[in-house]
């Protein structure tokens, strides 16, 4: 490929060659585009993390490794993070934080854990990836896809290798030695695709009973302790002014508020005890037939003028009025 | 309360404008529809007007100039018929028409010519009544035959119309000499009448030079009618019982003469053209509306296939305007006209169609214009439309076959005018409703030259000839055979297509029809015509009983014999060997058409039609019972949930939600296949209102798989044979449904529960409306209770709908199955809703106008590809109300939600199609999954095309298309197909417990020890499938590519082995940037001088100018990612 670019904006191009398969016998070319990370919010690592966009759909862990070590040589390589994963830690809630009863959402977020958060941290950080890891589902799958055209952040050793893999990047096209995605033993060792993955993935449907049952107690046990808390914060603001001097009122009990669903029956019941003497009072006086007249006529007058402006439209499609041969 | 003086002040300080809007909108009827109808008629009568003056650009001049030349003829002495035939024969080449058979040889009365008594124009070119939408347009002159060359006695033997064929020769001579060169002179039969040929003269086209205006002259043809002076003939004589024809069988003067009322009929109409112009003149100018009426009444005809020509069912725009001009006439009962004179044409219409659908004047003579005159005893001989005031029989030339069909459409019609919920407008005027695919189940053509000599002979005392007579008598068998009140009648409709007659030229004799095949179309009646055993009378020793068995026999032959039933009643009967009402209908056709017609006894003498779309499905009457077995296990399962003692909640209902349990699917359920693990059937749980529920949409998914776990348990301990496993969605977020228990029974079936809490719905309607979330999590929660819904609320109820409509509909469940074939070949079901299909079907069986509901899988899938080709789903909503509870406010509600999506979303990018239902009236349930269109516009603008080319291959090759053609894909239209490898497919439908499929892999690849594996194998069950890997792999690609650069396309899972998929256009070429949606390769050109040295990196600011940079999709690149994901999955890629 004579011509192609070796850069593109600010990302670098990297091309990659990728072996015919039986179902698809020609070797092609997938280009990937880096560049350093440079997140709107920076953190320490970004010396020595790169930016990829454009990513393979099967990319892993393994791939990229390979790929770089087939760049700067083994070792520099230290993990790279993909988009819908770390989207998954911003989305998607993860069972922990799903654990809230949702009265109670506001209330520990104003009141609750954030003076104990305080206090200790990294004890707390510890004690949660933990129980978020017993609170999670096991995964269905034994390898997941990327989105096509995605990104992904790779870190590296230190901010040497950032500057050999550009460096390795940019000497590609004088060589035209492209790196091969997939190379080496890295087929044998990251999951397979195809039928096999799909047979692996009816599989993990199933899982063992009892994983599945510790899964949930570990999330229900992470729920009740929320709940309580939820509970006697929401005790505790009843009697304790806040900084202003003033007391929440709650409803409910000595013991706890009422829950949300109660308060809303009982609206449902007002309404429709409001809606029930509306009704009654219908076509009391003269005014209101009167009214209802009027409405009647206005009513039949805008379908008429409807009528008409859907004739209208009708007539702008021709052929609708002409009977078919 | 008198409210009334308020009331008129209020509405004299109306604006003007506003009040006659009011006062038209009152005056045209108070419902919108009708008013709309009304409006829609005005604007088809604006439409199909002529403009008289130019599209019948100098005819008046030639009617001028033809009677000119008519009246220059000679006279010609009388002279013997044979030696003025002969003589005139051989002296010019025409050939004088004379009707069959042919004037003897020895008769000696005479023939000649002298100048005719009158001329005079008829029919609707004087009344204006053409429209543009007619196949041909006549001008029609009569021609009155002088007194002098005929005699009163020539009503008798066909001796007027020998007279009259020769008249019509002479004229024809004489125009051909004139006219020959300006025009086409050719013979023609008046209305297909074989006793009145006549001369159209067609005009040469004029030069084509404005043939796309709207008002270009027309291919108009004139007409010339001998006809009889007016009362020539005695009326008394011409009676419908009257023998006139007794020629031909002096031989067997024993047998009493049989009445020939269609020809009396037709000697009695030769000499009434006058009085019927004077009356139709007469009601013109008593009656505004009545042309308007007589046009409408004519394109309504016209869309039935009717016509005045017999073998159009000899009812036609004369018989339409006389008929109406009859009951605006006084002299009706009690002396009242029957309808008023100050309707307006749609009302006239209205009630023109309502007296037809009333009067079956097929079974019951009609007598117009006087009371107490019994003709009875005639109804044999046809139907009956009696003119009083004019002695004549307005229906003689329908056939009872037609005044039946006409009947029948009359009262479809009916039906629709008086649902107001429906489209009155296009089904009545637009659609054709005459396609013998669309209107009959069952179409076969009789082929009958050998027997015509034998059954019909050298019979002539039936005018119509001998093609007509055979097909009458095969009515009448086919009628008695099919139609037989006694034991139930099979079929509703049974009709019979005699060939038409072409014009001939001067010069020869009319071509011989009798090649051309006999056409009868059968209506089933879906309830009777799958009956096996007919009972006949039953066998008595009293004489009346007798003789009932002796008819019956004589009827059914050999066929019937001598059965016992329950409370020993002994009984005729009739036992049918075929299983489905098709061929159950083609059995009893051939046998009895053999018997008593020696049809038949050939293969190939009767071909049938209409039954190639079930075989290609093999839809068997088995299926049903299948279908039922399903709904019986599932029973059994729904008992032994209820019973389990230890729930902690009562259960309230469990609910099939799959189309398995509703007769919807293509393939009816089979369990325990080898060949795959256990496909569970959907349904869902729901328990009492409970308290007990965690307030947390999350903790609830959590409740549920311990919920699910517990289930599975108790069910495992408490029934013997009964297998369990909790499978895990393929769910993205905490808060979606993450589990379900799978059931499978020993013996086979399999079903899979989900649990229905209410408080989820209650909590995610409160998420919806937080305003105080963030919008991307109120988006979610949107999404997720649209999810549930459908699930939990919308599912259930629709499974209850299909379910009962399909026993009130027997044609119901194989239609749907086709439909959804049809989506399935075309490689749309992957877009489509199942739900959806089976509604739209629903839908042409609840809405079928202008027919009735389809009693045949064929007539419900060719009218549902219509409606699919017709449906405007841009501007018009699908309202499919199965309980008939829509009001039409809700309908406008309805619309106006349509219109409201239309405004938001004018591109049509998160609505497409717009479906409604009683139960779910907000119309996207169907039509829309995960917060996606489904269909998308393009897919939707797909199935349109595709229906709207099956539709016209359908109305072009009718009868002879091979139903398979419609199933055909076509694979050119995709940009990529992705081949499945059938084995491979095949081999991953089973998956063990225990069993790690790499590990097995592996093993074989290394030729290791296969007999272990086996080992294992057979002493485990396999898994049931969580979801079809076909699907699964679909879906992946969705994922991955969806929305973006391909958009895939398959049918059924596990049938379809094709993948098509077609890249947008619309991302071939993008600016760059990261993070895009598909893999894209840098584009060559975009090379610029910015080519620095390649160590020095990128420079931010320098590049800021060139961030413009443009890239092109990298489709190989995708193909072989694709090709990666597949692995041998594949068996190609193209």
């Not at chain 1, 063992?208 to 107690?217: E, F, G, I, W």
């Amino acid at each position: 490929m004579p011509s192609t670019p070796s850069t593109l904006g600010d990302f670098i191009v990297l091309p990659i060659s990728i072996p015919p398969l039986p179902s698809f016998p020609k070797p092609t070319t997938h280009y990937l585009y880096l560049r350093r990370n440079t997140p709107k919010i920076p953190i320490p690592s970004d010396s020595r993390s790169l930016f990829l966009t454009n990513c393979p759909v099967d990319s892993t862990d393994l791939h990229l490794r390979s790929l770089f070590a087939s760049l700067v040589g083994p070792g520099r390589f230290e993990s790279a993070s993909f988009e819908d994963e770390r989207k998954d830690t911003a989305h998607k809630l993860s069972p922990l934080d799903a654990a809230v009863p949702v009265n109670a959402v506001r209330l520990l977020q104003a009141h609750g854990s954030t003076n104990k958060k305080r206090k200790r941290e990294e004890e707390e950080d510890a004690e949660r990836s933990r129980e978020d890891e017993a609170a999670r589902l096991p995964s269905t799958w034994t390898r997941p896809l990327r989105k096509s055209g995605s990104t992904a952040i790779v870190l590296l050793a230190d901010e040497k290798s950032v500057e050999q893999v550009l460096k390795a990047c940019a000497k590609l096209p004088k060589t035209k030695k492209y790196p091969e995605w997939g190379a080496g033993d890295v087929a044998s060792k990251v999951p397979a695709l195809g039928s096999v993955w799909l047979k692996q993935h009816n599989r993990l449907c199933y899982p063992d009973p009892a994983t599945l049952q510790q899964a949930v107690d570990a999330f229900s046990a992470v729920f009740a302790r929320r709940e309580k808390e939820a509970a006697e914060i929401a005790k505790r603001l009843r009697n304790e002014p806040d900084e202003d001097g003033f007391v929440t009122v709650t409803r409910g009990g000595r013991n706890a508020p009422a829950s949300r669903t109660e308060a809303e029956e009982a609206r449902k019941k007002m309404v429709e005890r409001a809606e029930k003497k509306r009704q009654e009072m219908e076509g009391l006086y003269r005014f209101q037939l009167r009214e209802k007249q009027k409405e009647e006529q206005e009513e039949l007058l805008k379908r008429f003028e409807d009528d008409r402006k859907k004739l209208e439209a009708m007539r702008m499609k021709r052929g609708k009025f002409v009977p078919e041969a | 309360m008198d409210s009334g003086p308020a009331k008129r002040r209020k509405l004299d300080h109306s604006q003007d404008g506003a009040e006659k809007a009011l006062e038209s909108a009152v005056s045209t009827g108070g419902v919108s529809r009708s008013r709309a109808f009304i409006l829609e008629a005005e604007e088809l009568l604006e439409e199909v007007r002529i403009d008289y003056k130019t599209a019948f650009e100098g005819a008046d001049q030639l009617l001028h100039k033809i009677k000119g030349s008519i009246e220059a003829i000679k006279s010609r002495e009388p002279l013997p018929i044979i030696e003025a035939a002969t003589r005139f024969e051989k002296k010019s080449k025409i050939k004088i028409p004379f009707p069959d058979p042919q004037p003897p040889k020895n008769s000696n009365y005479k023939v000649a010519f002298a100048k005719p008594a009158q001329f005079n124009v008829v029919g609707s070119y004087v009344s204006k009544t053409m429209v543009k939408t007619q196949k041909e347009h006549s001008v029609d002159m009569i021609v009155v035959l002088p007194q002098e060359i005929l005699q009163e006695k020539d009503y008798l033997d066909l001796r007027y119309f020998y007279k009259r064929a020769y008249y019509l020769a002479v004229v024809a001579k004489a125009l051909q000499k004139e006219f020959g060169n300006q025009g086409q002179l050719s013979y023609e039969y008046l209305n297909g009448n074989p006793l009145c040929p006549v001369i159209a003269v067609q005009p040469k086209a004029p030069e084509a030079k404005e043939e796309d205006s709207k008002n270009a002259r027309l291919q108009y043809r004139i007409r010339i009618i001998p006809c009889a002076p007016e009362g020539f003939f005695p009326k008394g004589k011409l009676h419908l019982g009257a023998s006139l024809v007794r020629r031909g069988r002096d031989s067997e003067s024993e047998t009493p003469a049989h009445p020939t009322a269609f020809y009396n009929s037709t000697v009695a109409a030769e000499g009434s053209f006058f009085s019927y112009l004077k009356l139709l003149r007469q009601t013109e100018k008593k009656c505004a509306a009545f042309k308007k009426a007589c046009i409408l009444g004519r394109t309504w005809l016209q869309q039935r296939g009717f016509g005045g020509d017999i073998s159009k069912g000899g009812f036609g725009h004369f018989e339409w305007s006389v008929l109406l001009a009859l009951l605006l006439q006084g002299g009706q009962k009690m002396g009242h006209a029957a309808l008023s004179t100050s309707l307006s044409a749609t009302q006239l219409f209205k009630a023109q169609i309502q007296f037809l659908s009333v009067m079956n004047f097929s079974e019951k003579p009609c007598v117009l214009g006087a009371e107490n005159v019994d003709l009875e005893d005639h109804i044999e001989s046809g139907p009956i439309l009696y003119d009083f005031a004019r002695q004549l029989n307005i229906a003689f030339k329908m056939g009872a076959w037609s005044a039946a069909l006409l009947h029948q459409h009359a009262k479809w019609t009916r039906n629709l005018l008086s649902d107001s919920s429906a489209d009155q407008f296009t089904p009545t005027f637009i659609l054709r409703a005459d396609l013998p695919s669309h209107t009959f189940d069952l179409f076969a053509h009789l082929n009958y030259s050998d027997v015509l000599d034998e059954v019909i002979g050298n019979d002539y005392s039936e005018s119509r000839g001998r093609i007509w007579q055979l097909g009458s008598k095969v009515y009448r068998v086919l009628k008695r055979a099919l139609g037989d009140k006694e034991l139930g009648e099979r079929a509703r409709v049974i009709h019979i297509q005699t060939p038409e007659q072409p014009k001939w030229s001067l010069s020869e004799k009319p071509k011989d029809q009798t090649r051309a095949a006999l056409e009868v179309g059968v209506l089933f009646d879906p309830a009777n015509m799958s009956r096996v055993v007919d009972k006949g009378p039953s066998a008595g020793a009293s004489a009346e009983e007798k003789e009932e068995c002796e008819r019956f026999r004589r009827f059914w032959g050999d066929k019937a014999e001598l059965r016992r039933f329950e409370r020993d009643t002994i009984r005729e009967t009739l036992v049918w060997k075929s299983t489905t009402p098709f061929e159950i209908c083609e059995e009893i056709m051939r046998y009895i058409l053999a018997l008593h017609l020696r049809i038949g006894h050939l293969e190939d003498d009767i071909s049938f039609y209409g039954n190639g779309l079930v075989d290609l499905l093999s839809i068997k009457p088995a299926d049903t019972t299948l279908y039922n077995v399903a709904r019986k296990e599932f029973s059994t399962f729904e008992r032994d949930i209820r019973n389990l003692d230890d729930l902690p909640l009562r259960v309230r209902q469990i609910a099939p939600v799959c189309p398995e349990l509703r007769h919807a699917s293509v393939k009816p359920p089979v369990f325990g296949s080898l060949k795959s693990g256990p496909r569970p059937m959907e349904c869902v749980i729901s328990f009492e209102a409970s308290g007990k529920w965690p307030e947390s949409i999350a903790a609830i998914q959590r409740t549920k798989i311990a919920f699910l776990v517990m289930i599975g348990n108790l069910l495992e301990n408490s029934k013997q044979g009964v297998k369990t496993h909790v499978g895990l969605e393929d769910a993205h977020f905490e808060t979606e449904n993450l589990a379900f228990l799978d059931v499978i029974y020993e013996s086979g079936p399999a079903f899979r529960l989900r649990i229905h809490s209410d408080l989820e719905e209650s909590l995610l309607e409160r998420q919806v409306k937080d305003k105080t979330q963030e919008q991307y999590l109120r988006q979610r929660a949107t999404t997720q209770l649209a999810t549930f819904r459908r699930l939990y609320t919308n599912l259930p109820l629709h499974g209850q709908t299909i379910s009962t409509s399909v026993t009130r509909f027997p044609a119901l469940s194989p239609t749907i199955r086709l439909v959804k074939h049809w989506f399935n070949s075309h490689k749309l079901s992957c877009h489509f809703t199942d739900e959806f299909i089976e509604l739209v079907v629903l839908h042409v069986f609840l809405s079928p106008y202008p027919w009735d509901a389809p009693s045949s899988p064929s007539t419900g899938f060719m009218r549902t590809l219509l409606f699919l080709s017709r449906w405007d789903w841009r501007s018009e909503p699908l309202i499919v109300d199965s309980g008939n509870e829509l009001t039409n406010s809700d309908r406008t509600t309805i619309s106006t939600r349509l219109e409201a999506w239309r405004k938001i979303d004018p591109s049509m990018n998160h609505t497409v199609l717009f479906l409604a239902t009683t139960q779910e009236p907000s119309g996207v349930a169907w039509t829309t999954l995960k917060g996606e269109a489904k269909p998308s516009k393009v897919v939707a603008m797909r199935m349109t095309s595709l229906a709207k080319s099956a539709c016209k291959v359908i109305r072009e090759e009718q009868l002879t298309l091979d139903p398979k053609r419609l199933f055909v894909p076509s694979l050119k239209d995709y940009d990529v197909l992705i081949y499945l490898n059938a084995k491979v497919v095949k081999s991953t439908l089973k998956t063990y417990e225990h069993i790690d499929p790499a590990a097995v892999e592996s093993s074989s690849q290394n030729g290791g020890s296969k007999f272990k594996n086996l080992d294992i194998v057979t002493g485990e069950e396999p898994l049931p499938l969580a979801q079809h890997p076909c699907d699964v792999l679909l879906e992946q690609l969705n994922r991955v590519y969806g929305g973006g650069p391909l958009v895939f396309f398959r049918g059924q899972a596990g049938e379809d082995n094709v993948i098509g998929a077609i890249w947008n256009p619309g991302m071939q070429v993008r600016t760059f940037r990261a993070g895009m949606l598909a893999s894209y390769k840098p584009l060559k050109k975009a090379k610029n001088n910015n080519k620095k040295d390649e160590g020095d990196e990128m420079d931010v600011d320098e590049d800021r100018e060139e961030e413009k940079v443009e890239v092109e999709m990298n489709r190989e690149g995708m193909l072989a990612e694709i090709a990666r994901l597949g692995g041998i999955w594949w068996r190609g890629l193209r």
